[in-house]
Nanobody
């Protein structure tokens, strides 16, 4: 089990950038597969991006590809989500998630929230238009 703490959210204007961080406890962080999800008011939680252990592979929901970038720093036990050219529809609570078990390098295994064992408390991102 790993504890996750997100940070970096805030109120920004459309077109701005933000970088979210998710700090993980534990000494085996490099072995975890990580994901970012978001949930807007009244909507279901949706997949944003995922990254495999030691960052071999990355996965993005199509609509965000090119604006969002996921990365990780295993030495610091942190996964990042760089968000550029933010839009009002990006407003949501952003969550990071972790799992240690390998389910194969497939988009669907990173996009499925049920595949993750541990979740952070979320960080609010609000984009004003």
């Amino acid at each position: 089990q790993v504890q996750l703490i997100e940070s970096g959210g805030g109120l920004v204007q459309a077109g701005d950038s933000l970088r979210l961080s998710c700090a993980a406890s534990g000494r085996t962080f490099s072995s975890y597969h990580m994901g970012w999800f978001r949930q807007a008011p009244g909507k279901e939680r949706e997949f944003v991006a995922g990254i495999s252990w030691i960052g071999i592979d990355t996965y993005y929901t199509n609509s965000l590809k090119g604006r969002f970038t996921i990365s990780r720093d295993d030495a610091k036990g942190t996964v990042f989500l760089q968000m550029n050219n933010l839009k009002a529809e990006d407003t949501a609570v952003y969550y990071c998630a972790a799992r240690q078990k390998s389910l194969g390098n497939y988009y669907r295994t990173y996009a499925n929230p049920s595949a993750y064992d541990d979740w952070g408390q979320g960080t609010q991102v609000t984009v004003s238009s």
